[in-house]
């Protein structure tokens, strides 16, 4: 992983722009192919938004996601990653709905009697619910697990990767395809209130729909974006949430060893300038430091806008391309809030043994909804909605002895509030504490450091346009075969030689890494 | 002029006048106007065949206010216009004019048109439809300017085989070196004059940009000028006569730009157009090389090619078939003429491969409406080059001075 492990003058098969977790995944495909791969990262450490890293003295944190929940077991099983060294702190986590009135509820098939207490409806509903989108999910995870077709060609393969997809359709059964089909444009405001009646569980649900997304529970295609993450979760297991012992960092760490074990190279610290071309081909990359570096191949992990418009440049590409590019909406909307704290809190009406999983703080989809309001208007959610993680209860080697660290996902934080994160910050950072304090009393005083990661400090840091997590909204018009815009869905793009890999491509972001997996194939089928 | 401006004259007047509107009014003897890219204009004058010979034996002027033009300007304007159109501009020196056309990502045109270089940095290009939209999205990632000036620019094509000799008498000295596709600047009278040595025509002829303050003067001076030498105006009729016969195509006529084709198949590259002389693949990426390197490679799938029919009757919107029994249909008319001047019945057609070889013989079905009745003709047809009429005192430098 040092510099002097590369050869001058070396020309690789494929170079790789960007050490996060697809593209370590996309290196170590390649490299078990045979094929030379360079990846290059310009953090001084891999895993892009994937790392762990000290926020305050003695403190380390996931900067970015902070729970495994979407990256197939088969995967992590083909990239050997137990044997490079990943461990699971916790899995199978539970998820708790904190409320204000200091009576959480369970959410999930083991905490259905809890649920039956509040309404015997809805208990009853759950079952059905899970099981029905669970099957629509693992169709949606067939799509996601393979590259999208073209529209609008007549080769072969794309017809029949589209009459594949319509088979499977249709194997769902006539009243299950009927019943994907009504639901999949809806938004999941209307699906959870047609569904169950207990504003906790409608509130925990709709925060899966919108995580890291630039939508309100009401927004049309929050549907879509629910099953998205279901369909990701369904190839995990029943019981997805996991917590890696070091953080999400050491899901990094382990894609690193097996594609360097594959045969891959990683740089770190080594910026890629630009993408070189020659004879309108992609022939290498141009570090910040002027160094030149030649490839068959440049695969690029960056989001869409980075890759085409900053590191490509818009003259080498076609107009109307570039205005798809350029209309790529991809403003992020969570925040991520670190704190340390001097023991371990206690927030309202939670046992002990539970603050190890995943709490979360949205009582009811109007609550949701009502926070995305402010977002709409550039301002900050005035009480935001939060998924809380406590690490250190069961990784304490990530905070000195006896205390804490408090990892949140809080949305929504506009990428560019009207009024400015320098203005916003202070007071942004205030009212989710304010927030924080009311679930759980006293935990103000706990805190020793705070960090408030906003899009735009996720975009500075981890060159991701808009500081989204999913380098660009999953929406309809962003997803599967439009997925980042059309002539370059299928990861490779209109200059030959050049290849994307990353969370702008289908299926998208999270912690997955099918579309580095993805990518790798499509480069290795157009190969031979 | 931002969209929201609702002050803004297009907006409280929905056809424009031009600056030479009012001279134009007093000459129309016809009161036959057409609206060209938001502007009334004159189609006839007098006759359409009257301003026709002007232009072949005399000297016309032609209202070019409405062609739309914009700024180009800035560090990489020459990078911009260079990714833009398929010519390969790095070869047009200041002080030059170049004939163009841009594609869509699939290499499909969208129009055509003249970029004028004005300065290592300044560009103005004409064209015959507004086309700021895709300027614009073309813009990202340039460092250039760009600004419609259209209402800010006065033109006006002085066409025909005098028009040097008025243009000098008129006052412009040393119009006669200007050479074809060159620029001149001139005052007359202690009014600015930009000159081209540019038109529609095919014939000899000179373009004028002017501030609009000044048109009225410059037309009152020129037809004082070209008196003795039989000037005219004409209207769009005339010109689209001439055009025909210099094989220069009309957007909406020959072709219809690709972004405003609703039905697959009916947008046109410039291989298809017989412009593959504009195409040039030695030179820095441009929208749509990708995709005419592959439509190069295959082969064109029709080709716009010239006609010489049989008989004199102009082959307005005839389809056209490889046989005289009408049965295999390969094509049809985009336009049509009885050109008076080649004495021959001239025609473009947009014929499907394979069926474009030069010398290929096929057949036109031609309407004719006699006295309520139609009939119809199968006419002969020879794939002929194009133009159908080039002469030579329209590239001579100088001109004849008559």
Redesign the interface.
């Known amino acids: 992983m040092s510099a002097a492990a590369v050869t001058p003058g070396k020309r690789y098969d494929a170079i790789i722009i960007g050490a996060g977790h697809n593209g370590l995944v996309c290196a170590s495909y390649l490299a078990r192919a045979g094929r030379s791969v360079l990846v290059l990262e310009a953090q001084g450490a891999v895993g892009g938004a994937a790392t762990t890293r000290e926020f305050a003295q003695g403190f380390s944190v996931s900067a970015g996601a902070h729970l495994l929940h979407m990256m197939p077991r088969a995967l992590q099983q083909d990239l050997k990653l137990a044997s490079h060294g990943l461990e699971y702190a916790a899995s199978g986590l539970p998820t708790v709905a904190l409320a204000a009135d200091g009576r959480p509820l369970g959410v999930g098939p083991s905490a259905l009697p809890a649920l039956a207490e509040r309404s015997a409806r809805d208990a009853a509903a759950y079952g059905p619910f899970s099981a029905r989108l669970g099957r629509f999910a693992r169709f949606l995870h067939t799509l996601q697990d393979a590259a999208p077709p073209r529209l609008g060609t007549d080769a072969f393969g794309d017809r029949l990767a589209l009459a594949k997809v319509g088979l499977r359709l249709r194997l769902l059964g006539r009243r299950d395809m009927r019943e994907f089909l009504r639901i999949i444009g809806m938004n999941a405001y209307d699906l959870l209130s047609d569904e169950f009646e207990t504003p906790l569980l409608k509130g925990a649900l709709g925060l899966d729909a919108v995580l890291g997304t630039n939508f309100g529970p009401r927004a049309p295609g929050t549907v879509l974006t629910y099953l998205s993450r279901l369909a990701a979760e369904s190839a995990v297991g029943p019981l997805p949430l996991a917590q890696p012992r070091g953080g999400l960092g050491a899901v990094s760490q382990a894609l690193a060893r097996a594609a360097t074990a594959a045969g891959a190279t990683i740089r770190t610290s080594a910026p890629v300038a630009r993408i070189v071309v020659r004879e309108?081909r992609a022939a290498g990359v141009e570090l910040g430091s002027g160094e030149r570096i030649e490839a068959a191949a440049v695969i690029s992990n960056a989001d869409a806008k980075t890759t085409f418009?900053r590191l490509l440049?818009?003259?080498?590409?076609?107009?109307?391309?570039?205005?798809k590019v350029?209309h790529l909406r991809s403003h992020g909307l969570a925040a991520k809030l670190h704190l340390a704290l001097d023991r371990l809190p206690a927030f309202q009406g939670v046992p002990p043994a539970a603050l190890g999983g995943r709490l979360v703080l949205a009582p009811s989809l109007d609550y949701l909804e009502r926070a995305w309001n402010h977002s709409k208007y550039g301002e900050c959610s005035a009480a935001p909605a939060i998924e809380i993680t406590l690490p250190t209860v069961h990784d304490p080697a990530l905070a000195p002895a006896g205390k804490h660290v408090l990892s949140a996902v809080v949305q929504y934080a506009p990428y560019a509030p009207r009024a400015g994160w320098q203005a916003e910050r202070a007071r942004f950072t205030d009212s989710v504490l304010g927030t924080l304090e009311a679930h759980a009393p006293g935990i103000r005083a706990l805190v020793t450091a705070v960090e408030l990661l906003t899009p735009a400090d996720l975009e500075r840091e981890f060159g991701m346009t808009g500081g989204h997590w999913h380098h660009g909204e999953l929406a309809f018009d962003q997803f599967y075969m439009v997925r980042p815009v059309p002539?370059a869905a299928q990861y490779r793009t209109?200059l030959a030689g050049l290849y994307l890999c990353g969370a702008s491509s289908h299926p998208g972001g999270g912690v997955m890494g099918l579309a580095g997996r993805n990518a790798a194939r499509a480069l290795l089928k157009g190969a031979t | 002029m931002p969209p929201s401006d609702v002050t803004a004259p297009h907006y409280r007047k929905p056809l424009l006048e031009s600056p030479f509107h009012a001279r134009a009014r007093e000459l129309s003897q016809q009161d036959q106007y057409v609206p060209w890219a938001g502007y009334s204009t004159v189609d006839v004058f007098t006759t359409v065949e009257q301003e026709y010979f002007a232009i072949r034996n005399a000297t016309t002027l032609y209202d070019l206010t409405p062609m739309v033009k914009y700024r180009i300007a800035g560090p990489e304007a020459l990078?911009y216009l260079n990714?833009?159109v398929t010519r390969d501009l790095r070869k047009l020196k200041p002080g030059r004019v170049s004939y163009v056309v841009w594609c869509?990502?699939r290499g499909h045109i969208l129009d055509d048109g003249t970029v004028f270089r004005l300065g290592e940095q300044d560009f103005r290009l004409c064209t015959a439809e507004r086309q700021l939209d895709?300027l614009l999205?073309?813009a990202?990632?340039?460092d250039v300017e760009i600004s419609e000036v259209t209402e800010e620019i006065a033109a006006l094509a002085v066409q025909g085989p005098t028009s040097c000799y008025v243009l000098k008498r008129f006052g412009l000295a040393g119009v006669e070196k200007l050479k074809v596709f060159e620029i001149g600047e001139f005052t007359v009278g202690g009014r600015p004059i930009m000159v081209s040595r540019t038109g529609f025509t095919g014939d000899l002829g000179y373009e004028l940009w002017m501030r609009p303050a000044d048109a009225l003067a410059v037309w009152d001076e020129l037809m004082a000028a070209g008196r003795t030498r039989g000037i005219r105006a004409i209207g769009s009729q005339a010109l689209n006569m001439a055009r025909i016969e210099a094989g220069f195509l009309m957007p909406n006529i020959d072709f219809v730009n690709a972004e405003h084709t609703v039905r697959i198949g009916r947008d046109r590259s410039p291989l298809e157009l017989g412009l593959g002389w504009l195409v040039e693949f030695d030179k820095?990426?441009y929208?749509?090389?990708?995709a005419l390197l592959d439509e190069k490679r295959e082969g064109p799938k029709r080709l716009l090619v010239g006609l010489d029919v049989a008989g004199n009757k102009p082959a307005h919107n005839a389809l056209l078939y490889t046989d005289e029994a009408g049965y295999h249909e390969v094509g049809s008319v985009t336009s049509a003429l009885w050109s008076p001047t080649c004495k021959r019945n001239i025609a473009f057609g947009l014929v499907e491969a394979p069926h474009f070889a030069l010398g290929g013989t096929l057949w036109a079905d031609i309407y004719l409406n006699r006295e309520l009745v139609w009939e119809r003709r199968m006419a002969r047809c020879t794939i002929v080059e194009k133009p159908f009429f080039a002469p030579d005192r329209r590239r001579a430098t100088p001109p004849a001075d008559r």
Do not use: E, K, Q, Y
Not at chain 1, 313 to 323: E, I, K, P, S
Not at chain 2, 287 to 290: A, K, N, Q, S
């Open positions: 309108d418009l440049g818009a003259r080498h590409l076609d107009t109307g391309f570039v205005r350029d002539g209109p | 990078d990714r833009l869509n990502d895709w999205d073309s990202i990632g340039f820095p990426h929208t749509g090389r990708r």
